[in-house]
C-alpha cells in the first residue's frame, strides 16, 4: 500500500530572502526548499560583518536572537520578500562541564504574512581553539591539529586584541606569509580558528541541522489556527525520581505554543519514567 503524500505546504512557490556572504545558503536551501516548495532568493549586496564579527573588531549587539532578526530584515527589505531567515553562531564554554567550546546555532525564519516568528536551533560542540607562538612549527602543528586548510585560520601579531589581522587563510604559502608577517612586529604570533561559516566546516554542519530543526517546527501545525511553527517552547521539570519518588530536575512535561494565535498546552514526554538518582536532591544532595 502507497503511502499517502504530505498535504501541500503553505510556502509552496513562497521566497524566503537570505541574507549571507559566506555559503550558508549551500546547507540550507537542500534542507528546506524541497520539503516546502519554497525558494531561498540569496541576497549577497549587505556585508553581514556590519553587524557584528567574530574576531572582534565590530561587536555584536543584543541577543543572538536579536541579531539574527536584524539581518532577516535586511535581507526581506532587499529582496521584497514578505518571508526571511537568517543565520546566526556563538560560541562559548560547553553548559555542563565549562570546558569546552560549544556552538549554539540559531536560523530564524520570519513571515510577515501570518506575523510569526519561528527559530530552528541546534547546539554541541564546535571547535574555537587559539594559539599563541614565536615559531614556525608550532603554528604547523596547531593548523594539522585543526584540520586545516579545510579549517580556515586567522592570524594577528602580538595577541588577540591586536588590530592588524589577516582572515580566511585557506592555503599553506598564505599560512607560512601571515605567520612570517605577523611574526616580524615581536616574534609573537596570535592564530585561531576562522568561525564564519564558509571558514569552519564543523560550524556549516551545525547550521544544516538548525535548518532541520526549522523544517520539523514549520511542518507542525497549531490545532487552534492552523499557523506553522507549534513547538515545544519550554521544559517543565519534575520528574520523580526512581528511588524516593521526590520531584527532580529531570524534565517530566514539554510546554508547546503557537507564535501566531498564542495557545498554549502542556504534554508529558515521560509518562511511564523515572529519573536517574543521581539526578535527585534528595538522594544525591
Not at 514578505?82 to 556552538?103: H, I, K, Q, R, V
Not at 586548510?149 to 595577541?159: D, F, K
Request: glycine share 10%; net charge neutral; with cysteine.
Amino acid at each position: 500500500m502507497t503511502a499517502a503524500a504530505p498535504p501541500p505546504s503553505i510556502y509552496a512557490g513562497r521566497r524566503f530572502a537570505l541574507l549571507t556572504r559566506h555559503g550558508k545558503e549551500r546547507v540550507i536551501a537542500p534542507v528546506l526548499e524541497p520539503a516546502l516548495g519554497c525558494r531561498i532568493d540569496l541576497v549577497t549586496d549587505y556585508d553581514t560583518d556590519q553587524l557584528g564579527t567574530f574576531t572582534r573588531e565590530i561587536p555584536r549587539l543584543g541577543t543572538q536572537i536579536e541579531a539574527a532578526r536584524r539581518k532577516a530584515r535586511i535581507g526581506m527589505e532587499r529582496a521584497g520578500t514578505d518571508c526571511g531567515l537568517a543565520s546566526e553562531g556563538s560560541f562559548g564554554p560547553d553548559p555542563f562541564t565549562g570546558m569546552f567550546s560549544w556552538n549554539v546555532e540559531v536560523l530564524l525564519f520570519i513571515d510577515d504574512r501570518l506575523a510569526i516568528e519561528v527559530c530552528g536551533v541546534f547546539q554541541g560542540a564546535g571547535r574555537s581553539d587559539h594559539l599563541r607562538a614565536t615559531e614556525w612549527p608550532e603554528v604547523e602543528a596547531f593548523a594539522r591539529a585543526a584540520g586545516f586548510p579545510l579549517q580556515h585560520l586567522v592570524v594577528r601579531p602580538r595577541h588577540e586584541h591586536d588590530g592588524r589581522i589577516r582572515k580566511g587563510i585557506a592555503t599553506w604559502p598564505d599560512l607560512r606569509a601571515a605567520f612570517a608577517w605577523a611574526q616580524a612586529d615581536d616574534g609573537k604570533v596570535f592564530v585561531e580558528f576562522d568561525l564564519r561559516a564558509h571558514a569552519h566546516p564543523e560550524r556549516m554542519e551545525n547550521i544544516r541541522r538548525a535548518a532541520e530543526d526549522l523544517l520539523v517546527k514549520l511542518q507542525s501545525v497549531c490545532p487552534a489556527c492552523g499557523a506553522p511553527g507549534y513547538a515545544a517552547l519550554e521544559r517543565v521539570p519534575g520528574l520523580p525520581c526512581a528511588a524516593c519518588g521526590a520531584p527532580t530536575r529531570a524534565t517530566r512535561a514539554e510546554i508547546w505554543g503557537c507564535p501566531r494565535c498564542g495557545r498554549r498546552e502542556e504534554r508529558d514526554c515521560a509518562s511511564g519514567l523515572a529519573a536517574d538518582p543521581g539526578r535527585c536532591d534528595r538522594c544525591n544532595p
